[in-house]
């Protein structure tokens, strides 16, 4: 029994040697380390098939609640560069990025926006929101500050990065512009986004909607009784359609306040579920900025715009 479990173990450990052993030897192709999916498909858009670009979150993962891993620290240490979101996103992982950096390769693109165009938080003094990409020319606007930073560690990169980045800059004006126009639908029947948390202020500022969550920017904390209550009178004062719940976060807040509003006599249609600090599976339609974004103006319009 024991010779046989001695042999088990030794089978195992080759097979995760080698499999390692592998992803370190991809052709020697450079490799890229990206936090958050969405920041990897950035990157992605910029980069092409020069480099293996990897995310330390998978599908569906809140960022504000990770914590990192053993196999995000060799994620890290193998990478030829890090890129992360910052503006605090990352959570507890900000300190980590952070000592990290000291040795090793780093971008920090939330560090590239000029602070008059980032929102501060009401709640917690010296920070801002750190949900750019919900503003797309916001996001624009990052992704050519990181492309620059790029080409600074890889000026051979300059003509092939250059010309991926005029392809989704494109792609990007086309998407603003789509957003704007029919979130206008909307908006002149009066109609707020409601979700679970905290996540649209770029949005509301960028296309002029407002916007309500039912937690702060984070999800740290959970949202209390008075919170509830609060958005329930707020929902039938204004006759909201449709609140929404979040892929990466948990819906029993959110399905509360649909309970309560049927309790006064109100109902609210729960939708959704709209796409904020995740992509969705990558063969799906949200499985790209580009995408995301317009499966979750899609369902809010849907939803909110009166027949």
């Known amino acids: 029994m024991k010779i046989r479990l001695v042999l088990i173990t030794t089978i195992i450990a080759v097979?995760?040697?080698?499999?390692k052993f592998d992803r370190k030897g991809d052709q020697g192709k450079f490799r890229i380390t990206a936090t958050t999916n969405i920041m990897a498909d950035g990157v992605r858009s910029l980069v092409g098939d020069s480099a293996i670009v990897t995310p330390l979150m998978a599908v569906g993962v809140d960022p504000h609640l990770y914590k990192a891993s053993q196999r995000d620290l060799d994620l890290l240490f193998d990478a030829d560069l890090v890129?992360?979101?910052g503006l605090h996103l990352e959570g507890k992982m900000v300190e980590v990025l952070h000592k990290?950096?000291?040795?090793?390769?780093?971008?920090?693109?939330?560090?590239?926006?000029?602070?008059?165009?980032l929102?501060?938080?009401p709640a917690f003094a010296n920070t801002?929101?750190?949900?750019i990409w919900f503003d797309v020319k916001l996001w624009s606007l990052a992704m050519e500050q990181l492309k620059?930073?790029?080409?600074?560690?890889?000026?051979?990169?300059?003509?092939y990065v250059n010309t991926n980045w005029e392809k989704y800059q494109t792609q990007l004006t086309a998407l603003d512009q789509y957003t704007a126009h029919e979130i206008k639908k909307i908006t002149n029947q009066g109609q707020v986004l409601i979700t679970a948390h905290d996540a649209f202020s770029y949005f509301g500022k960028a296309y002029q909607i407002d916007v309500?969550?039912?937690?702060?920017?984070?999800?740290?904390?959970e949202p209390g009784l008075n919170d509830v209550s609060k958005?329930?009178?707020f929902i039938i004062e204004r006759n909201i359609k449709a609140i929404f719940i979040e892929q990466s976060i948990s819906p029993k807040a959110i399905k509360a306040v649909v309970e309560g509003c049927k309790r006064k006599g109100h109902d609210v249609v729960l939708a959704g579920p709209l796409y904020t600090d995740s992509l969705g599976e990558p063969e799906g339609p949200a499985g790209t900025y580009l995408g995301m974004v317009k499966t979750n103006v899609d369902a809010i319009v849907q939803n909110l715009k009166s027949k």
Do not use: M
């Not at 097979?15 to 499999?19: A, G, N, P, Q």
């Not at 990290?100 to 165009?117: M, N, Q, W, Y």
């Not at 620059?148 to 003509?159: F, G, N, R, S």
């Open 212 to 221: 309500k969550g039912l937690q702060g920017l984070s999800t740290l904390s």
């Open 83 to 85: 890129v992360y979101h």
């Open 148 to 159: 620059d930073a790029i080409l600074e560690k890889k000026p051979e990169w300059t003509d």
């Open 119 to 121: 929102i501060s938080s």
């Open 128 to 131: 801002v929101d750190p949900h």
């Open 100 to 117: 990290f950096s000291r040795t090793h390769e780093v971008i920090d693109v939330g560090a590239f926006l000029p602070p008059t165009l």
């Open 231 to 233: 958005l329930v009178n």
């Open 15 to 19: 097979l995760l040697s080698s499999c």
